[in-house]
């Protein structure tokens, strides 16, 4: 158990709805990252926090893709307008600095 | 351009040989070099890093990666598989982005099946 927890674990929804997925890092994290993964693939950075501040966005986020962490602590990804081409894992992890990263189990998004 | 290279989808191996799961890398500057296994409906795991010291680096059940700074190669290895070890391995760079962070790049991934 890695201590960074996702909510929610899978999340089924239509085309053109909103999702918001939830990621709580362990504590002392100062760093909170985003990453998308499809099935053959390595994930795929999107955006990431120091403290509550977001210092980076993948240049391949569509502005429908939202994050937040409000007091650095816990980070919402919101996807506006869904499409199919989200569905997908969606991975958070927390490091310390430049260190390794510890991740949560993911969130699987599937758009009908 | 910054990136790493995972040249193996698969790698067979049987219960108590030796394994190596291969990882080549591309960065500017001196790399952060890092290995995690991905079980079946498990987030990522980190197994062991490089960041500077001996190039034989050792980390969890039993891993062990050597930085090659010539062959900018980063192989795991272990020397006796265990059909436990069957899982997705990732090679990670930290690599500079465009807006001047240190963002990791994860290679592809490599499917290691270790058969009894």
């Known amino acids: 158990d890695t201590g960074v927890s996702q909510n929610p674990r899978h999340k089924i929804t239509k085309r053109g709805q909103n999702v918001t997925f939830r990621c709580d890092p362990i504590?002392?994290?100062?760093?909170l990252y985003w990453y998308r993964q499809t099935l053959g693939q390595g994930p795929e950075f999107l955006t990431y926090f120091q403290n509550e501040a977001q210092l980076e966005k993948s240049r391949l986020l569509s502005d429908r893709f939202s994050a937040e962490r409000p007091k650095g602590s816990f980070s919402t990804l919101e996807i506006q307008r869904t499409e199919q081409g989200d569905s997908a894992m969606y991975l958070c992890a927390s490091s310390l600095a430049e260190t390794e990263q510890y991740f949560g189990p993911g969130t699987r998004l599937t758009v009908t | 351009a910054q990136s790493v290279a995972q040249p193996e989808d698969q790698v067979n191996v049987a219960e108590g040989n030796p394994l190596t799961v291969k990882c080549t890398y591309s960065?500017?500057?001196?790399?952060?070099l890092f290995w995690y296994v991905q079980y079946p409906n498990r987030g990522l795991q980190f197994l062991l890093k490089?960041?500077?010291?001996?190039?034989l680096v050792k980390g969890s059940y039993g891993f062990e990666a050597e930085f090659n700074k010539s062959q900018t190669s980063f192989h795991l290895k272990k020397p006796s598989a265990l059909v436990s070890d069957s899982a997705l391995y990732f090679c990670a760079v930290r690599a500079v982005s465009s807006g001047g962070s240190y963002i990791p790049t994860f290679g592809r991934g490599t499917s290691l099946i270790v058969h009894p």
């Open positions: 960065v500017s500057g001196n790399p952060y």
């Open positions: 504590s002392e994290h100062n760093r």
């Open positions: 490089y960041i500077t010291g001996d190039n």
